[in-house]
């Protein structure tokens, strides 16, 4: 009897899945060990049962057994792939012309993409947002260490200007009671010993020490006004009731000093980059598995859940590491000391590690705990 249209049809829905493996095994390259030589060898035979009419192979068992060994063996081949992920990758990825892959499929990769263009966005700007940040904190930090340098330098001359006055002749008082002359070619040079000489060069490195320590200041106020905005957008600000300035305290003295500086600086470094470099450190992970997922064509429909859970992850373990590691000491792995931001990026890329360590100390403390309830 003839085959049914039905029996025909399912034959050439069998087909379609056997072009689809042919097609992956051909253009992935071959792994050592995970495939056997023989079962490359019969991708001819594999190629010539898809090329047979469907109601042949419908009319003859020999056929159909040949045909079923042929997508057992293709499967074999393209594992750790199978055909939902092939052709979820290949509708992702855009198909080629011509080529038609199932509704649920087609549903199932727009989905993927819509996911991958938000968290691409998502992970653009928190790297735009952390880089800035960075920069930022550098900023500071290199101010006031030029303050520190610059004070050191304006002390030096000071100190040095203490002990020229001792063997100068000419002096005029100056505002801080030290002995400088007002002008350049005044005072001090009305004689023309050494004394007086070495005097007046003293009190040109005092000036410019002076000019130094202004525009240092000038860039510490200019930082700490940039830095008191960004912090306006921390929750943590919105707790801290605004404390009045003390009466003693001029308001653009306090906002140009490097304490206030310091204390701008721990409260960016201590959970805002934290979190920050987690999400970081988890977006470059799910973007890493989306990449080798496409490459090996394992794409699956829980990546965008999978993916968002892991950011979230990354980000809330950031967060908590900044706020539990209050100290400035480095952290030593193997020999290679970490800061709170490069462990904060670890943490984010590989949670999987604190869950397991986590799970070691809890099993470890309720272990202790049990022993002494008994």
């Not at 003295?253 to 721990?266: A, E, K």
Request: contains cysteine; proline residues 6%.
């Amino acid at each position: 009897m003839p085959p049914s249209p039905d029996a025909a049809r399912d034959i050439r829905l069998l087909q379609d899945d056997l072009a689809t493996l042919l097609r992956h095994v051909i253009a992935a390259p071959a792994r050592p060990g995970e495939a056997a030589d023989d079962d490359r060898a019969g991708l001819q035979d594999c190629a010539r049962v898809m090329t047979l009419d469907p109601v042949q192979i419908a009319g003859s068992p020999e056929l159909l057994a040949q045909l079923l060994a042929a997508l057992k063996r293709l499967s074999r081949l393209a594992a750790p792939a199978d055909l939902w992920s092939i052709r979820l990758t290949q509708a992702f990825l855009g198909l080629p012309e011509g080529a038609t892959v199932p509704a649920a499929v087609e549903r199932a990769a727009r989905r993927l993409r819509r996911w991958a263009a938000a968290s691409a966005v998502f992970g653009l700007l928190v790297f735009t947002v952390t880089m800035l940040l960075l920069v930022h904190v550098d900023r500071g930090r290199r101010t006031v260490e030029q303050l520190k340098a610059v004070r050191a330098e304006y002390q030096s001359a000071l100190d040095n200007l203490g002990v020229a006055e001792l063997a100068a002749s000419a002096r005029t008082s100056g505002p801080d009671g030290v002995g400088c002359p007002a002008a350049p070619g005044a005072g001090a040079m009305a004689g023309s010993g050494p004394a007086a000489l070495q005097l007046q060069l003293i009190c040109t490195r005092v000036r410019e020490a002076e000019d130094k320590l202004r525009l240092v200041y000038r860039e510490l106020s200019l930082w700490n006004t940039v830095s008191q905005r960004l912090s306006l957008a921390s929750p943590v600000a919105w707790l801290q009731p605004r404390a009045p300035d003390p009466p003693d305290t001029v308001p653009a003295g306090w906002q140009s000093t490097d304490l206030r500086t310091s204390v701008l600086i721990n409260g960016l470094t201590g959970v805002v980059m934290p979190t920050l470099l987690g999400l970081l450190g988890a977006c470059a992970y799910v973007y890493r598995e989306i990449d080798e997922a496409t490459r090996c064509s394992t794409l699956a429909s829980r990546e965008a859940l999978h993916g968002t859970l892991r950011i979230l992850l990354g980000g809330i373990l950031g967060g908590l590491l900044g706020a539990i590691w209050t100290d400035n000491h480095t952290f030593e792995l193997q020999g290679v000391s970490l800061s709170l931001a490069a462990l904060a990026f670890f943490v984010g890329f590989s949670v999987e590690v604190v869950f397991r360590m986590l799970d070691v100390l809890i099993l470890a403390v309720a272990d202790r705990i049990g022993r002494a309830a008994r």
